[in-house]
C-alpha cells in the first residue's frame, strides 16, 4: 500500500508540473501586456518598459517559468511596479498586479464561497443520484424507475446558465419562494449561508445527479446477481439488508472514483454556476482575470483547478485500492 | 452481435426513434435553413426591429408582447437589434452541429488510432499516453478557451482583418478535440488490451499475421461499438460547451447566429422579455436531450449484456 | 426486451419544457416613448464656477432632512485599483475618496451645481506673474487622523511623489507644468521624485501653511488641478511605498480602520476633523462599510427589493444593470431609487484616425451614415446619453452648441453617398475597432456594419479585450480606421481636451486620432500662453469649432450614468464632475 501511495503521488506532482508548464506557456502567449495594464492606460512606451522590467517580464520565459515554480517549494521576492520587493512565502502563486495581492491570497479569500458551494451541491448530488439511482434499481422496470431516470436525464441534459436563470426569475424575484442567491460565511451564519446557497446547490445537484443515478442503478443492478449476494438471500438475509450489505459495498469502486472526479470539478470549474448566480468564488475570480488579463492569476487558478481535480482523482484512488486490493496491482 | 440485429433491436425501442426522429429532424432543419427562411421571407442578420418602426422601443425592448412575436416574426424579435428570432435560431443549429460533428469526426479519428495503438503496442507508450490524458484531464478545457481566443486573434489574424469564420469554427473544433480524444482514446485502450490476449487475436499471431492485418482485420472490427456509443454523446456535450463559451463572451462571433450567445444576450433582458431567452434555451434543451436519449438507446442496441 | 425503458419518461421532461414555454408570456415594452423616465434629461449639465475665499469657509451647506448616525453599506463590485491619493486617476475614485483625502481645491456641491472652492486652502489660489506663480495659504485647524496638523510641506511632498517611479498610474500634469516638459518621461528626467532627488525646488514653502508653485511657462488650470487627488498632502513618516495604495492615511471625515484588499473597506469617523474647515464634505453617517466582490445584478436586486441589508446599501460604481432597466421603469417605488444625471464631462465619440482617413469628405460621409440613434439604442436608448454635436461636454467651462452638419439620428445616407462621391480616392473598406465589455458592444458594431454596408463601405469589425484596446490601437502603425470610446477631459474646462489630443506632436496614446494640423498647432501654442482661464477656455471652444468643421472625431452621446440606491439612503445624487454617486452627502433616514 505505502508504495503504491508513494507511486500515485510522484504521478499527481508530475502531471501538475506539466500543466503549470502548459498553463505558462499559453498564456504568456496570450497579447496582453500586464505591465501596460499595472502601469495604467496613459503610460508611454518608455514608462512600460520600466514597469516590465522591475516586474521581470522581460526575462525569458524559461527563467520565469523556473523562478515560478521555485516561488511555489520555496517561496520568493517579488518586485512590485516601482520595483519594492514583495515576499510571496511558499506555496508562492506570483502577485496580481490587478488585485495588488498575492495570488494565493486572493484565491483563499473567496475558496470558502467555492467549497461551500461544492460541498452542498456534493451533498445533493450524492443523494439524489445514489438515492435515486438504487430506487431505480430496486424498483427496475416500474414506474419509479422510468420516472427516476427521465427526470435524471433532464437534468443532465439542461444547462445551468438556462436553468439557473430561470429558476432565479420564477422562484426568488418573482415568487420570493427562495432566498436570494448570496454568500454568508458559515461561521457568521449558518442557517443563512445554507439558504442563501439552496438554489445553486439544488440546481448543480439536479444538474450533475443523472451520471451518478445511472451509474449507481448499473453497479447495483450487476452486482444484485453476483453469486454472494443470492447466496445472502438464499440464506434468508431480508432483501434490503442483503442488498445493502453486499451490493452497495460491491458497487462502491466506480462511484468513489466519479466522486473523486465531481469533487475536481466541483471544486476547479464552477465558473458558470458562479457567474450564473453572482457568487464571488474562485471560478468568477478566474473569469475576471481572464478577462482582465491578469495572468499570474490565470495561472493560479488553472493550477489550482488542476490541483483539486489531481488531488481527488489521486484520493479516489487510493479509497478505491483500500477497498479493492487487486487494483493495486493493476 | 451483428449489425443487422443490433437495427432490429434499436428499432424496437420506440423512445430510441423518436428522438433519433428529433435529431434528425434538427438536422434537417440546419440543412434547408436558407431554404426555410427564404420561404419564410426574413434573414438572419437584418435588423428588423431598428430598420422599421414600431418593433423596438427606445430602450431596444421588442414593443409587442411576449418578445415581438406577431405574424410577421413568428418567434419575435431580438432585443437591441430586432433580428429575426426564428431565423436565428434555424442558423443556429448549423453553427452548433458544424462544430459539434466536425470535432467529434477528429475525436473519433484521434481516439481510434491512439486508443487502438497504445492498447496494443502497450510498455513505454502506455506510460506516456496515460500520462498525457492525465495531464489533459486534469487542465480546465473552459479556462483555456476563454484565453485562446484573444491568442488566435493576435498571432494568426492580420490587425486590420476580422477573423475569418472558418478560423473561428478550426479554432474551437480543435480545442474541442484536443481534450475531448482522451476518454475514447482510454476506453479503447482498456478494450483492445482485453481483445489482444484473447484467443482468436492469439490464433491470428500464431498463423504470422503480420501486425497491419491484426490491427485493422482483428482489432478494429471490434472497438466500433464502444465508439458509436462515444460519439453519440459527444455531440450533445460538444453543442453545450460551445453554448457555454459563447454564454462567457468568447466562441463564435457576432453576426454568425449563435444559440449560446443568445442565450447569453437573453439572460440580460430576462426579466424584461423573458421569451426571447426561452426559444434557444428551450431548443437547445430539447436538442441534448434527443441526442442523450439516442445515445442511450444506441448503447442498449449495442451492448447484449444491457440490464434492465 | 421490455416494452419500455426508463428513457420513457423523456415524457415528463418535455412536459417541463413545455411549461417553461408556457410561462414565458411577457408584456411587451408598450409604446411608452419614455418621456417620464428616470434617465437622465439633456441641458442638466453644469459647469463649475470659481467660488470666493468666503465660498471656501467651512462646514458645507446642510442637506434638507439629512440626519447623522447609522452604518452605510456601499456595494461596489469590485474593489479599488489605487487608494494611493497620487495614483487614483477615475472619476468614481476622485469623487468617493474624498471621505477620507482632501486636496488643496475641491468642487462644492450645492442643489447639483459644482463650485471650485478651496479645501485644504483658503481659496482656489492666486496667480502672478502672467500665470507662472501660483501660491496657496493653507486653513488652520486641519489635521491627520492622529491629531498632527497638515502643513504645507506635507502636500509638496504629495505633489514630488507623482514624479517617483511607480506613480505612472496618476495624471502627469504636475510633473509636466512644473517641469515645462511635454510628457512625464521627459520631466522625470529633471526631477526624479523626493526619494531619489530629495527636494524639488519649482515648489516653495515658506512657511508650514504656505505653498507657492513656480512654472517655467504660464498655467492657467491650476486652481482644478489642485482639486485632483494628486493634490493631497501626504506625510513622509506614514508613507509606506506601495502600502499606502493599500491604507492612506486620513485628513477627510472618516479613517479607514480596515481594508481587506478585494473584500472590504471599512471607515469610521476621524475625530480629528473638523466640518468648520470643510466646504465640501457632509459626514452623515457614523461608519462607512464598503463591500467588493458581489456582481452589479445581485446588489440591485436586494437594493430594490430591500432584501437583507438592501436598504441601507448604495452604489458608486455599479450601474442600474440592464436586466432591470424596465421593471425600474414600469414601477414607480422603484423608479425613485435610481439614481440618474450626466456623467460628468464624459462623452462617447466615433473617433477617426485622421492619418488613415485623410480626405474630409470621407470623414463628413462618416459623419451622416452613422446610425446614432440605432447604436444609442441597444446600449439603452436615453440611459446612454443624450445625442451630442460637439466635441467638449456641456459640463466644460465657456462650452458653447454648435452644429457644423447637422444630421437626423438615424444619420443620412444620401448626404453621406454625396459626400463620398466627391472623396479623391474610393473607400471601399474600413476597420472599426472597439473594446468589448459587453454583448451590446458587438451589436453597435453590427449596426455600423449594416450603416456602412448601405454605402458602399465594408466595415471590418474588430472586437478587442478592453485590458488590451488601448495598447492595440493607440499606437502610431495600428491599422484601425474608427474606434468607439467614452472619455472625460481631466477637469471641466477645455484645457485638457485639444492641446492634450490634437496637438500633433502628441503621442499616439494623446493623440490617438493622429491629428496633425500647423495651423492648430501654432494656434494652441499661442493660447497655451494665456494666463487667464476664462479667456484661454473661450478661446479654446473657438479653435475647437474651427477643429470640427474637418470632422476629425464624430460626436455621438453626453453620457449619462444611472446607479441606485436603498431606500433608507438619502442625499443620492450623481455628482456633476466625477460622474457617480457622491459619497460624501449621503445620509441614512432611520439614523
Known sequence: MTRYLVTRAAQAVAVLLAIT?????????????????????KCDTAQVDAVRASMGLDQPLLSQFLDYVGGLVTGRIIADVDGTPIPCPAPCLGYSYTLHQPVLAAITDRLPVTVSLAAGALTVIVVLGVGSGLAAALRRGRATDRLLSGFGLLGASVQIYFLGYVLQLLLVYSTGLFPLPRYVPFAAHPAQWALGLLLPWLVLGFVNAAVFARLTRSQMLETMHHGYVRTARAKGLGTLRAHLKYTARGAAGPLVQLLGLEVGALLGGAFITETVFGLGGVGKLAVDAVNGNDLPTVVGTVLLAAFFVVVSVAVADVVVAWLDPRVRLA | MAAVSVAQVFRRDRVGIVSLAVVGFFALLAVAAPLITALYGKNPTEHYG?????LLSPEGLPMLPNGGISAEHWFGIEPGLGRDVLAQLLYGIRTSLLIAFASTAVVAVAGVVFGVAVGYLGGLLDRAFTFVCDVLLAFPALLLLLTLGPVVQTRFVGPDESEPAWMQFTVLILVFSAFGWVPLAMVLRTVVRSLREREFVEAARALGASRRHIVFRELLPNVWAPVLVHITLAVPAIVTTEAALSFLG????????????????????????PTYMVFPGASLLVFVLAFNLLGDAVRDALDPHTVR | MPGFTPRAAAVPALATVAALLLCSCSAGAGTDTGENSTAAKSGRRLTATLGTAEDSQGPAPKIPGAREGGTLTIANPVDYTHLDPQKIYAGEAYSTSLLWGR??????IVDGRPRLVGDLATDTGTSSDGGRTWTYRLKDGIAWEDGKPVTAQQVKYGIERTFAPGFEAGPTYWPEWLTGSRDRTEAVKKYGGPQQDGDLKAIETPDDKTIVFHFPEPQSDVPYMAAQSSSSPVRPD?????????????????RIVEHKQNKSLTLERNPHWKPATDPIRHAYPNRIEFAFGKAALNTAQEVFNGQGSGPTTVTTKSTLPPELISTVERDPVKRTLAVSGSQGAYTSDLYIKNDRVTDPEVRKAIHYVFPRQQARQVLGGQYAGDFATTLSSPAVVGWKKYDPYPVAPTGDIAKAREHLAKAETKVTKLTYAYPVYSPQDDQVAQVLADAFAKIGIELVVKGLQPAAFNARVFRNDAPYDLWLSTNSVDWPTPSTLLPDSFESHLDPLSNSIRYANPRVD??????????????????????EQTVMKDVPVVPFLYTSVTQFRGKDVGGAAIHPIYGATAAVDLYLKNA
Not at chain 2, 431598428?50 to 414600431?54: M, S, V
Not at chain 2, 450567445?261 to 437573453?266: C, E, F, T
Not at chain 3, 486636496?103 to 462644492?108: A, C, E, F, I, M
Not at chain 3, 506614514?238 to 472618516?254: C, I, M, S
Open chain 2, 50 to 54: 431598428q430598420n422599421g418602426t414600431g
Open chain 2, 250 to 273: 468568447v466562441g463564435i462571433n457576432e453576426p454568425i447566429p449563435d444559440w449560446g450567445r443568445m442565450i447569453s444576450r437573453g439572460a440580460e433582458v430576462f426579466y424584461d422579455d
Open chain 3, 238 to 254: 506614514k508613507d509606506t511605498g506601495t502600502g499606502y495604495d493599500v491604507r492612506p492615511f486620513a485628513t477627510g471625515p472618516y
Open chain 3, 522 to 543: 501654432a494656434e494652441l501654442a499661442r493660447i497655451a500662453k494665456i494666463g487667464d482661464a476664462r479667456k484661454k477656455a473661450a478661446e479654446l471652444i473657438d479653435l
Open chain 1, 21 to 41: 508548464a502548459l498553463a505558462f506557456a499559453l498564456f504568456y502567449a496570450a497579447p496582453s501586456d500586464p505591465a501596460l495594464i499595472a502601469c495604467g492606460p
Open chain 3, 103 to 108: 486636496q488643496l481645491t475641491q468642487y462644492q
